[in-house]
């Protein structure tokens, strides 16, 4: 794919209009920047899986030539929501039930169930305009719970009605047609005509050493209630296929912690500044030791202009896995690739908290954050490099 090259400079939208970044403000020259639709807003429900997978579905669907569309992101949760209890009840209660979820999740629905526009299924019949998931969460898990430790010692015929009666009251009856366009549809029939993708094109890939590479595992995250698996490759080849796919044209579906320091959506980057004076230059360390503990924080974190980053190794990302210090924190959309004027390489990334950050609802997290933090990816599978491609016995 041809790279299109042009110098953005990132700035803040102020109420008379556009402000200029200052000099020593992040100033990127894009790289890549793939078609995506509209950013959503997941608001305070934990179904950042179901947007961040469905946005990149839509964006799969623009790459094939198809009409741009807005999926139900409510449509995806509320089977993986009623299936999750049937689950749940069978392994008496020792199964992670909320509303998170995984990528796979997207794609179980999609091939089980089909797909439907958000305007035939927006999941709001609880007197909000927006996702407000407290009571509603609270309200399924106590349910499926007190099926479970209920005294009849056998469970009744009537509990799974009763479960999708809660989803009918919060999230509205499922539609068995719909239409668009004047046209009726099932959501089986609408995904076939109009979505058009193949389900089983896609697949999930991951980097941890406890176990081996080129080959498949469960990824052991308790958001993983389907138990769904994933390829593994050494870090090295997940950073080429991020590279791949993103310039052959395939944008990434990118599953992450952001609970890191340097993690800011405000600001609009998420950076792993380097904290080991071993690894600094000569200037930066003698700089680094005449500085407080406050004034250092401060240079690492005030996300005001690029910073020295930590050397990623495999190492690094499978301690902070194995120590719970990555986490399956959120599910996000990446949709480009720029530089930043030392040369520097972030990853553009779609979220879904709306728009109101300083970059319109995106972020761009640095090549560094993504390898340290990156849980795992959802990429067509012909956006894998040949070579990798043929490792992983993929066709």
């Known amino acids: 794919m041809k790279k299109k090259v042009f110098t953005l400079l990132l700035a803040a939208l102020s109420v008379g209009g556009v402000t200029s970044a200052q000099e020593e403000g992040y100033q990127f020259e894009t790289i890549v920047d793939l078609p995506a639709t509209s950013v959503k807003d997941q608001n305070r429900s934990?179904?950042?899986?179901?947007?961040?997978?469905?946005?990149?579905?839509?964006?799969?669907?623009?790459?094939?030539?198809?009409?741009?569309?807005?999926?139900?992101?409510?449509?995806?949760?509320?089977?993986?929501?009623?299936?999750?209890?049937?689950?749940y009840v069978r392994l008496h209660g020792?199964?992670?039930?909320?509303?998170?979820?995984?990528?796979?999740?997207?794609?179980?629905?999609?091939?089980k169930?089909?797909?439907?526009?958000?305007?035939?299924?927006q999941g709001l019949n609880y007197g909000q305009d927006?996702?407000?998931h407290g009571e509603f969460d609270t309200v399924l898990k106590q349910y499926v719970e007190g099926v479970v430790k209920?005294?009849?010692?056998?469970?009744?015929?009537?509990?799974?009605?009763?479960?999708?009666?809660?989803?009918?009251?919060?999230?509205g009856e499922l539609p068995e047609t719909f239409e668009v366009d004047g046209k009726s549809y099932t959501p089986k029939?609408?995904?076939?005509?109009?979505?058009?993708?193949?389900?089983?094109?896609y697949i999930q890939v991951s980097s941890y050493t406890h176990h081996p590479f080129y080959d498949t595992f469960i990824i052991e995250v308790p958001d993983n209630w389907l138990w769904g698996e994933v390829y593994n490759v050494p870090m090295d080849d997940l950073k080429r296929i991020f590279h791949n796919s993103l310039e052959e044209g395939y944008t990434v579906a990118w599953a992450s912690d952001v609970s890191e320091k340097g993690f800011s959506y405000r600001n609009g980057v998420a950076v792993v500044p380097e904290t080991d004076e071993k690894e600094m230059s000569g200037s930066e360390r003698s700089r680094w030791e005449g500085m407080t503990r406050s004034e250092r924080e401060k240079m690492m974190y005030s996300f005001d202009k690029p910073v020295a980053e930590k050397t990623i190794t495999q190492e690094m990302r499978q301690e902070a896995f194995d120590n719970f210090k990555t986490t399956d924190d959120h599910g996000m959309h990446i949709t480009g690739m720029v530089k930043d004027q030392n040369g520097n390489l972030y990853y553009k990334v779609k979220n879904s908290w709306n728009t109101d950050n300083k970059y319109d609802g995106y972020f761009y997290a640095s090549?560094?954050?993504?390898?340290?933090?990156?849980?795992s990816i959802m990429i067509h599978k012909d956006a894998l490099p040949k070579d990798i491609k043929k490792k992983l016995g993929l066709k």
């Open 130 to 132: 927006s996702h407000v």
């Open 150 to 171: 209920n005294k009849n010692k056998q469970l009744s015929t009537a509990w799974y009605n009763g479960f999708n009666g809660i989803l009918d009251a919060y999230l």
């Open 46 to 87: 934990g179904t950042c899986w179901s947007f961040s997978g469905l946005s990149f579905l839509e964006s799969e669907m623009i790459r094939k030539g198809k009409d741009s569309v807005d999926l139900s992101e409510m449509f995806i949760a509320r089977h993986c929501y009623a299936d999750k209890a049937e689950k």
């Open 189 to 201: 029939t609408y995904a076939s005509e109009v979505v058009g993708l193949n389900p089983d094109d």
């Open 94 to 111: 020792a199964l992670n039930f909320g509303g998170g979820g995984a990528f796979q999740d997207v794609l179980y629905v999609f091939k």
């Open 367 to 375: 090549e560094p954050f993504v390898m340290y933090k990156t849980m």
């Open 113 to 121: 169930y089909g797909l439907m526009p958000e305007e035939n299924y």
